[in-house]
């Protein structure tokens, strides 16, 4: 969505009453948002429970932000398991990004585990659904700046410098994303760059003109930040650099200003404007390798972060299935699946977005 003035309202079929009935006094503010992200956003106080460390679980990354998990708690061990109610079966239909952030939230804990002296060994079991079981044993307090980095990660989906990313920092990257089973392609080249954006855009177009996928990406947006906070999920509309507007405009707007073009405009400057983009393969197309994408990735983002590089999505290549095999081809990996398209670069930061509460997720 492209930035909204009184005018680009008004031109949404907004009439100047309707405007004046929401007029200064009504419109959203932010201050009780703000509040929320720095209650929810800080590392461990000292001697944390277990609570403690499923609530920086949750600050990773994950699809749509639907926060697609619950956790176990037992003495010695967390056990994170699927929340199949918060599939998103448009865009994920086999839940392929679902299992990608039960692996995230899995390398957050294990980070937090490791900064308060709990080493943690990672299985994922394979019943009727996949989990992942973490047992936790004392060792030495290991606090680095994937640690420090965690209330501060973000997806950043906005337009970045254009400048490129030194040859040290994209091998501190690449360090941070190794992970058996999964392999790290990075593309720096502006012709490789804008073969990927050929794909991003095909997938994006098909994505765009499909209107289950719309439908359900409005479900999960929350133009308010009084929704946002309410539902604790979901892709805030500040957290992609739009504007925030009360809910009852919203849907409106969002119907009026997500077009293919526009869309595919934003994705051509925010490749344009990226240092590089990391394409993550794993080894085997199933969960328990998705998880494992999911922690490589993001350690890479953690790292990013603690670099002061951004990252954000760019999946459509991957999640089209009439564009992924092609995708996968000039990849040179034809027959495999690719898992995640990331683009990096420097940027401001954008609002950080909400989790729901601890107690939420715990079962
Ligand atoms: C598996 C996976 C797929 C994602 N796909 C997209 C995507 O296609 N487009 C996008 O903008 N963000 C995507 N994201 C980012 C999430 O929307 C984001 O992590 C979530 O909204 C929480 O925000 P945060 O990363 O800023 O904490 C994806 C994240 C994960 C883990």
């Given at each position: 969505?492209?930035?909204?003035?009184?005018?680009?309202?008004i031109?949404a079929?907004?009439?100047?009453?309707?405007?004046?009935?929401?007029?200064?006094g009504?419109?959203?503010?932010?201050?009780g948002?703000?509040?929320?992200?720095?209650?929810?956003?800080?590392?461990?106080?000292?001697?944390?429970?277990?609570k403690?460390?499923?609530?920086?679980a949750?600050l990773?990354?994950?699809g749509h932000n639907?926060?697609?998990?619950?956790?176990?708690?037992?003495?010695?061990?967390?056990?994170?398991?699927?929340?199949?109610?918060r599939?998103?079966?448009?865009?994920d239909?086999?839940?392929?990004?679902?299992?990608?952030?039960?692996?995230?939230?899995?390398?957050?804990?294990?980070?937090?585990?490791a900064?308060q002296?709990?080493?943690a060994?990672?299985?994922i079991?394979?019943?009727?659904e996949a989990?992942?079981?973490?047992?936790?044993?004392?060792?030495?307090?290991?606090?680095?700046?994937?640690?420090?980095?965690?209330?501060?990660?973000?997806?950043?989906?906005?337009?970045?410098?254009?400048?490129?990313?030194?040859?040290?920092?994209?091998?501190?990257?690449?360090?941070?994303?190794?992970?058996?089973?999964?392999?790290?392609m990075?593309?720096?080249?502006?012709?490789?760059?804008?073969?990927?954006?050929d794909?991003?855009?095909?997938?994006?177009s098909?994505q765009?003109?499909?209107?289950?996928?719309?439908?359900?990406?409005?479900?999960?947006?929350?133009?308010?930040?009084?929704?946002?906070?309410?539902?604790?999920?979901?892709?805030?509309?500040?957290?992609?650099?739009?504007?925030?507007?009360?809910?009852?405009?919203?849907s409106?707007?969002?119907?009026?200003?997500?077009?293919?073009?526009?869309?595919?405009?934003?994705?051509?400057?925010?490749?344009?404007?990226?240092?590089?983009?990391?394409?993550?393969v794993?080894?085997?197309?199933?969960?328990?390798?998705?998880?494992?994408?999911?922690?490589?990735?993001?350690?890479?983002s953690?790292q990013?972060?603690?670099?002061?590089?951004r990252?954000a999505?760019?999946?459509?290549?991957?999640?089209?299935?009439?564009?992924?095999?092609?995708f996968?081809?000039?990849?040179?990996?034809?027959?495999?699946?690719?898992?995640?398209?990331?683009?990096?670069?420097?940027?401001?930061?954008?609002?950080?977005?909400?989790?729901?509460?601890v107690?939420?997720?715990?079962?």
């Amino acid at each position: 969505m492209a930035f909204m003035t009184r005018r680009t309202l008004i031109g949404a079929g907004l009439s100047v009453a309707a405007l004046g009935a929401v007029g200064y006094g009504l419109w959203p503010r932010m201050d009780g948002y703000r509040e929320e992200v720095e209650r929810q956003r800080r590392l461990l106080g000292n001697d944390p429970d277990l609570k403690e460390l499923v609530r920086m679980a949750t600050l990773a990354a994950n699809g749509h932000n639907t926060q697609p998990w619950k956790f176990r708690l037992a003495e010695d061990s967390v056990t994170i398991l699927p929340d199949l109610t918060r599939r998103t079966e448009i865009v994920d239909p086999d839940d392929h990004h679902l299992f990608v952030s039960l692996g995230c939230a899995a390398e957050n804990l294990v980070i937090a585990a490791a900064a308060q002296g709990r080493a943690a060994d990672i299985a994922i079991g394979t019943g009727a659904e996949a989990q992942i079981e973490i047992a936790l044993s004392p060792s030495a307090a290991a606090q680095g700046p994937l640690y420090e980095a965690i209330p501060f990660r973000q997806s950043t989906r906005s337009v970045y410098d254009g400048q490129s990313v030194s040859t040290e920092d994209l091998r501190l990257l690449e360090n941070a994303a190794r992970e058996d089973g999964v392999n790290l392609m990075l593309f720096t080249e502006r012709s490789d760059l804008d073969a990927i954006l050929d794909f991003v855009i095909a997938g994006n177009s098909a994505q765009v003109d499909d209107p289950a996928f719309v439908q359900e990406l409005e479900d999960w947006i929350r133009f308010s930040p009084f929704r946002a906070v309410e539902t604790g999920d979901g892709l805030f509309a500040a957290c992609s650099g739009n504007p925030v507007v009360p809910d009852f405009i919203g849907s409106r707007l969002f119907r009026s200003f997500f077009t293919k073009d526009a869309e595919n405009e934003k994705y051509r400057s925010h490749v344009d404007s990226s240092a590089g983009i990391a394409v993550f393969v794993g080894d085997r197309d199933d969960p328990a390798h998705w998880i494992r994408v999911g922690r490589s990735f993001e350690r890479f983002s953690l790292q990013a972060t603690a670099l002061g590089i951004r990252n954000a999505h760019l999946n459509m290549p991957v999640e089209v299935l009439s564009v992924r095999p092609a995708f996968a081809d000039w990849l040179g990996i034809p027959g495999a699946r690719p898992n995640l398209v990331i683009r990096f670069g420097r940027a401001p930061a954008l609002p950080m977005s909400l989790r729901r509460p601890v107690e939420a997720v715990l079962v």
